[in-house]
Nanobody, 128 residues
Framework: VQLVESGGGSVQAGGSLRLACVASGRTIDSMSMAWFRQAAGKERTFVAG??????????FYRDTVKGRFTIADDNAKSTVFLQMNSLESEDTAVYYC????????????????????WGQGIQVTVSS
């Protein structure tokens, strides 16, 4: 599985960006997908995730991005999106797309250790 991110860049606080992650090698509906981010000098942390359980699509967010970020996918395009609105300087980081084969739970999808595949990362810079 290969993951390629796009859509990063620089924006002023309050602005918006939309990240995209194109997956190849496996269909995204057979995997749990997530976005993580890593600020300079800090650990990589969970941002948002999407999975399917019993035919239902579920989305998950870290508390600090709820109501501002939206994760969604397009199976036909093998793409996962992260729409980021009302961006804050604290959102500045390198953002990584990640994929885990099979099912995840509300807890496990937030754990970077379960993700086998990672994109190369893309920079998001928010200036205040």
């Amino acid at each position: 599985v290969q993951l390629v991110e796009s859509g990063g860049g620089s924006v002023q606080a309050g602005g918006s960006l939309r990240l995209a992650c194109v997956a190849s090698g496996r269909t995204i509906d057979s995997m749990s997908m997530a976005w993580f981010r890593q600020a300079a000098g800090k650990e990589r942390t969970f941002v948002a995730g999407i999975n399917r359980l019993a035919g239902r699509t579920n989305t998950f967010y870290r508390d600090t991005v709820k109501g501002r970020f939206t994760i969604a996918d397009d199976n036909a395009k093998s793409t996962v999106f992260l729409q980021m609105n009302s961006l804050e300087s604290e959102d500045t980081a390198v953002y990584y797309c990640a994929a885990a084969p099979g099912a995840t739970t509300n807890i496990s999808i937030r754990d970077k250790r379960i993700f086998s595949y990672w994109g190369q990362g893309i920079q998001v810079t928010v200036s205040s």
